[in-house]
């Protein structure tokens, strides 16, 4: 991920009852992760944990 400046990561907060869904999306590979966390929790843990789950996927992508 590292390396490419025009590279965004966008998040998507979707309410689902006492959850919330956070997607993080990859501006370049349009790859994209989700995470379920309680709506108690910290926008940003949330967005933190959404982010190294999206890291990890994009480190499995450019291992291929």
Same mark, same amino acid.
């Given at each position: 991920?590292?390396g490419?400046?025009? *590279? ?5 907060? &979707?309410?689902?009852g006492?959850?919330?869904k &956070?997607s @993080?999306?990859?501006?370049?590979t349009?790859?994209? &992760?989700?995470?379920? @966390?309680?709506r108690?929790?910290? *926008?940003k843990?949330?967005?933190t944990l959404? !982010? *190294?789950? !999206?890291k990890r @996927? !994009?480190? *499995?992508?450019e @291992?291929?």
């Open positions: 991920m590292a490419n400046s025009d *590279r965004k990561v966008y998040f998507e907060y &979707v309410p689902i006492p959850q919330i &956070v @993080a999306i990859d501006s370049v349009k790859a994209e &992760v989700s995470i379920i @966390a309680p108690s929790a910290m *926008r843990d949330m967005e959404a !982010l *190294r789950k !999206l @996927a !994009l480190e *499995r992508l @291992a291929k």
